[in-house]
């Protein structure tokens, strides 16, 4: 089975709720398409558990997002919209976390050998458990998830090649790869267990379903305090929070999650607060955090159009500043043989030795990584004197005006461009291209894939952009100077 491309499963169990989940390539749900056709009323759920939802708050469709929360009405700033007592968050309950009640569970042993940065399959898998087991208490939670998520993990081959970007490609292909492993691992441990034992009703977990599981919490889950608001303590624990979790995402979001302590029983309760004055048909956002594209897409499954916060990736490469300053039309041999004083200064930069870490971003809200831009400031110089007055962190500033000098900076810039088109080269396509073949796309991670690239390559364009407007500045400046 490639790596690129999740398998299908075919459960047919009518006695069970079955776990087999189908890739984009293989359906073409719409986006509010749920686990089951007629799920239970879920608000009438969290009320009924002891939850409270607001009266003007209603399930709806949110345009091209799918379903989300809106407003029937008028809510005030300040309104508590939703509160969820502590039974209702799905979290995992782990031993290491000081948690018993599954602490000798084969879902543990499990779970612990999922590496940390994919936290997502260790609650995925008490997900698997609760939708899997006949009377799950989280049922009316669980049957109005979506049957279909739109990440790049379900995405078929051509799409993920499509994505055009290697940073993505590899984390991509990094879960895909887990997820067949992991698999395999699952169906060893579950082969030598009693049906009694079975942490899944008897059930068969393939990477489809582990996939499933994986990216509902991924784009669903929160990560909030675990048991107390103990002053001090930093222990956060992803859980995941029913109805709360159908808010969309925006940056300037009208609502936040708040936990407090429960003065009776003392367990915390989460509730989601009115930031701001919400209108009728106005849908519910929260803030999902400062990211670029690449976690939005490979978490969520979408794509931010214009997001302050996207860059790209670079390595830092000798060979490649070299041509770089050729094609800016800038002679230094600094590049390839560094001055001793430099070498130093790129050493404290974390930029060459040993332990060097070469990972370099152009855009987001700094504009250009500030590790490259004092960098190529000092390469480009050849007064070590003038260095040395200046702290790193002025270096490494952009507002910082031309620290060594006016034609040292010009000369920066103009090598960050080039930079910048030789990255736009490596891309296959043109945004223009792009754009074409996005209005006859009807695939939706065809789509996706193509709106990543334009906003990768649009990135890369703005800073161009940028820099050419402060490089004319300051030619201009130093012909009135001059």
Not at 22 to 46: E, F, G, N, T
Not at 62 to 84: Q, R, Y
Not at 219 to 231: E, I, M, P, Q
Not at 372 to 395: G, Y
């Amino acid at each position: 089975m490639a790596a690129s491309r999740i398998a299908v499963a075919s459960v047919s169990l009518t006695h069970f709720r079955p776990l087999s989940s189908a890739s984009m390539a293989s359906v073409s749900p719409s986006l509010s398409s749920r686990l089951v056709p007629h799920p239970p009323d879920l608000i009438k759920w969290v009320r009924r558990e002891g939850g409270f939802v607001h009266q003007s708050l209603k399930i709806a469709q949110d345009g091209d997002t799918g379903l989300g929360l809106l407003a029937s009405d008028h809510i005030p700033k300040g309104s508590e919209l939703i509160v969820l007592p502590h039974n209702l968050p799905l979290r995992f309950d782990s031993p290491e976390a000081g948690d018993t009640e599954e602490a000798d569970s084969i879902l543990v042993n499990l779970a612990r050998q999922v590496p940390e940065e994919l936290w997502s399959m260790k609650l995925g898998l008490k997900l698997l458990k609760e939708r899997a087991k006949v009377g799950s208490f989280w049922w009316p939670y669980i049957g109005n998830l979506p049957e279909v998520f739109s990440v790049p993990i379900f995405f078929p081959g051509d799409d993920i090649k499509n994505l055009q970007y290697a940073p993505l490609l590899h984390q991509v292909n990094k879960r895909c790869r887990f997820l067949l492993d992991f698999d395999k691992e699952v169906k060893r441990t579950l082969d030598s267990v009693k049906p009694e034992d079975h942490p899944f009703g008897g059930q068969t977990v393939d990477a489809s379903s582990l996939g499933w599981a994986m990216a509902a919490v991924s784009s669903r889950a929160f990560r909030l305090y675990g048991k107390t608001l103990t002053v001090g303590t930093t222990n956060s624990v992803p859980m995941m929070l029913p109805l709360i979790d159908m808010c969309n995402h925006s940056f300037n979001s009208n609502a936040r999650i708040v936990q407090e302590q429960d003065a009776g029983s003392m367990k915390l309760k989460v509730k989601v607060v009115a930031e701001a004055e919400i209108e009728g048909n106005v849908p519910l956002t929260l803030n999902y955090g400062c990211l670029d594209n690449d976690l939005f897409l490979l978490d969520y499954g979408f794509v931010i159009a214009s997001n302050q916060y996207d860059h790209i990736e670079l390595k830092y490469d000798e060979a490649l500043l070299e041509a770089a300053s050729t094609v800016a039309g800038i002679s230094s041999e600094n590049f390839s043989s560094p001055a001793p004083w430099q070498k130093l200064v790129l050493t404290k930069l974390n930029l060459h030795g040993e332990a060097a870490l070469l990972k370099v971003c152009i855009g987001g809200p700094e504009i250009i990584d500030g590790r490259l831009l004092a960098a190529l400031r000092v390469l480009l110089s050849v007064d070590e004197e003038i260095v040395q007055k200046h702290d790193l962190d002025v270096l490494k500033s952009l507002s910082a005006e031309a620290p060594l000098g006016v034609a040292n900076e010009i000369a920066t810039l103009r090598t960050i461009v080039a930079l910048c088109v030789i990255a736009l080269g490596h891309f296959p396509t043109k945004i223009m291209e792009d754009e074409a073949l996005l209005k006859k796309c009807e695939r939706e991670s065809s789509k996706l894939a193509i709106q990543f690239r334009i906003q990768k390559k649009s990135v890369i364009i703005d800073v161009m952009s940028n820099l050419t407007r402060r490089v004319k500045l300051l030619q201009s400046k130093a012909v009135s100077q001059g």
